[in-house]
C-alpha cells in the first residue's frame, strides 16, 4: 500500500503539482477573505468606543461666528386671488438682517490628550480660544433696500456657532462695546445647525464701529474647524500635537505655518469675503439658503436669494494619529496572497526541481501560517502598536514555517532558505505600508525578480512528463 502512494507521487508531473499548488493557494482566498472582514469589523468597534468617548467630551468640532443680528420690520406684497380677481396685500413683516464683521481675528490653543474605552484610545483636546471682531453698517443696506428706521437696534443679539456644545467649558464671556454681555444657549448660526450660544447687544445705536472681545473653552475630538465669515478673518492655532493635518475649503500659509516634534503653529492670515463669495450683510444667514418653492414677491428676498453662497467650505485641522493601525493592516492584508504565492513558488521548486515531495496538506498548512500572521498582526497591534506588533508576529511565523519546512523538505539548509525568504518578504512589506507613494514600483519589481527566478529555475522542466523518473522529467 504503500508502495502505491509513493509511486503515485513520483508518477505526478510537473503541471499536475503546478495545479495542485495553485487550487490550494485558491482555497486559501477564503480565509485571507474573512481576515479582511475581521479587520473591517474590529475597525468598527474601535469606532463605536471612540463614539462612546465622543459623547462624555464632544465630537469633532465646528464653529463659526459671532455674527451680529439685527431684526428689522419689511413690507411685502403678496398676490391674492378673490372671486377670480388677483388683488395685492401688503403687509408687515418681521425679517433679521445678518451682519458679518469687516475683520476678526481668532487665536486658538488645543491641548492634546489620549482618552481610552477598553483598549481602544481617541485623540481628545481642550481648546482655549479667543478672539475680536468689529462690525459696520456698510452701504450694503441701501442694495437689500433697507433703511437704519427699520432696524431694531435694541434687540440686536450675537451669535456664535458650535456644532457640540457639550464641549463648552467654564469662562465663556462676550464683551461688546466695553460691556460685558450676558449669554444665552443655543439660537446659534445655521452654519452650526443652530447650535451655540447667543448673547443680547442693546447699547448699540448703528453709528460707528461695534468693537466685540470674546473668549470660551472647548473641548472636542481628532479635529476643530472653523466656517470663516466676514471681510477678513485671520486664525492662528497652536498645539503640541507634532502631527496635524490641514484640509477643507481653505489651507493655512505655507511660510507661517511651522510643525515640528514640539507641536504646530498654523496661520490662516487673511480669509475674505471675496474668497468666500459672501457680502458683508444679508437678510440670510450663511449657508441656509433659501427653498425653490418659496413665493415671496419681495423683491430683496430674491437678490438675497441670488448673492448668498450656500455650503460655506471650512478650515479643518485635525489632530491624527501618526499611523492608522487597521488601515496599515488593511493594507498588509491586501499583500497577503502575494506572500502565499511567493511561498508555494519556493515549495513548488524545491518539490519539481529539488526532488523534495510536498503534499496537498502541507501546502495548506503553509498557507495557514502565513494567513495567521495577519491575525496576530491585528491582536497585537490593538495594544502594543503596530511596529512591535509587525515584528513579533513576523518573528512567531518565520520561527513556524522554517522549522516545519525543515521536516516537509528534509534538511534545514532547504528550510533556511524558507526562512530567509519570508524575512526579507516581511521587510519588503513593511517597507511598502511606510512607502506609499513608491509602493507600486516596489511591487512591481518584486513580482519581476520572483516571475525571472521561477522561469530560470524551471527552464529545463517537462511540464508534462508523467510516469518518468525525476532524471528523464528532467532533460
Known amino acids: ?3 502505491g502512494v509513493e509511486k503515485m507521487r513520483r508518477e505526478r508531473s510537473p503541471g499536475v503539482r503546478l495545479m495542485l499548488a495553485g487550487l490550494v ?5 477564503v480565509p485571507l477573505m474573512m481576515v479582511y472582514a475581521l479587520v ?41 386671488t378673490v372671486d377670480g380677481v388677483v388683488t ?10 445678518f451682519v458679518s464683521p469687516m475683520q476678526q481675528a481668532i487665536d486658538t490653543r488645543l491641548d492634546p490628550d489620549r482618552k481610552g474605552y477598553a483598549i481602544y484610545q481617541s485623540v481628545v483636546y481642550s481648546g482655549a480660544l479667543e478672539g475680536t471682531a468689529s462690525y459696520t453698517l456698510t452701504s450694503e443696506l441701501d442694495r437689500l433696500d433697507i433703511t437704519r428706521d427699520q432696524l431694531m437696534f435694541d434687540e440686536a443679539e450675537l451669535r456664535f456657532g458650535i456644532a457640540d456644545t457639550r464641549g463648552l467649558s467654564d469662562g465663556a464671556s462676550v464683551v461688546a462695546g466695553g460691556e460685558r454681555l450676558e449669554l444665552s444657549p443655543g439660537n446659534g448660526p445655521l ?32 479635529s476643530l474647524s472653523l466656517i470663516p465669515r466676514g471681510g477678513e478673518t485671520e486664525w492662528t492655532v497652536t498645539s503640541p500635537w507634532p502631527h496635524p493635518s490641514f484640509t477643507g475649503g481653505y489651507l493655512p500659509e505655507p511660510s507661517q505655518t511651522q510643525t515640528s516634534a514640539d507641536g504646530f503653529k498654523a496661520v490662516y492670515p487673511g480669509i475674505t469675503n471675496l474668497a468666500l463669495g459672501q457680502g458683508i450683510m444679508s437678510i440670510s444667514d450663511h449657508s441656509a439658503g433659501y427653498p425653490q418653492e418659496a413665493t415671496t414677491m419681495d423683491p430683496r428676498m430674491e437678490r438675497a436669494r441670488a448673492s448668498n453662497a450656500e455650503g460655506a467650505q471650512p478650515a479643518t485641522i485635525g489632530l491624527v494619529e501618526p ?3 487597521y488601515s496599515q493592516v488593511d493594507r498588509a492584508v491586501k499583500y497577503g496572497f502575494l506572500f502565499i504565492g511567493f511561498t508555494f513558488a519556493a515549495l513548488l521548486m524545491f518539490d519539481i526541481v529539488g526532488g523534495a515531495r510536498v503534499a496537498a496538506a502541507e501546502y495548506l498548512l503553509t498557507g495557514a501560517g ?13 495594544v502594543i502598536g503596530f511596529s512591535l506588533a509587525y515584528l513579533l508576529a513576523a518573528a512567531a511565523i518565520i520561527g513556524l ?27 519588503v512589506l513593511f517597507v511598502l505600508l511606510n512607502e506609499e507613494t513608491y509602493s507600486l514600483i516596489i511591487g512591481s519589481l518584486l513580482l519581476f525578480g520572483a516571475l525571472a527566478g521561477v522561469m530560470f529555475a524551471t527552464r529545463n522542466v517537462d511540464w508534462s512528463s508523467v510516469g518518468r523518473s525525476e532524471d528523464e522529467a528532467i532533460a
Request: net charge neutral; proline share 3%; hydrophobic share 45%.
Open 191 to 222: 452654519a452650526t445647525g443652530g447650535s451655540g450660544f447667543s448673547a443680547p447687544v442693546s447699547k448699540w445705536d448703528g453709528e460707528g464701529a461695534l468693537d466685540v472681545r470674546w473668549s470660551y473653552g472647548l473641548r472636542g475630538t481628532q
Open 323 to 325: 499611523v492608522d493601525l
Open 25 to 29: 493557494a485558491v482555497v486559501l482566498i
Open 40 to 80: 473591517y469589523d474590529r475597525e468598527n468597534q474601535s469606532q463605536q468606543a471612540q463614539a462612546q468617548i465622543t459623547r462624555g467630551w464632544g465630537g469633532p468640532q465646528t464653529i463659526t461666528g459671532p455674527v451680529l443680528v439685527i431684526p428689522f420690520t419689511a413690507q411685502t406684497v403678496e398676490a391674492e
Open 88 to 97: 395685492e396685500r401688503r403687509r408687515q413683516v418681521r425679517r433679521e438682517l
Open 401 to 427: 514555517l522554517t522549522a516545519y519546512s525543515a521536516a516537509v523538505l528534509g534538511t534545514w539548509r532547504r528550510a533556511g532558505f524558507i526562512g530567509v525568504m519570508l524575512a526579507a518578504l516581511y521587510g
Open 1 to 3: 500500500m504503500q508502495q
Open 370 to 382: 502565513l494567513i495567521l500572521f495577519f491575525v496576530m498582526l491585528l491582536a497585537f497591534a490593538e
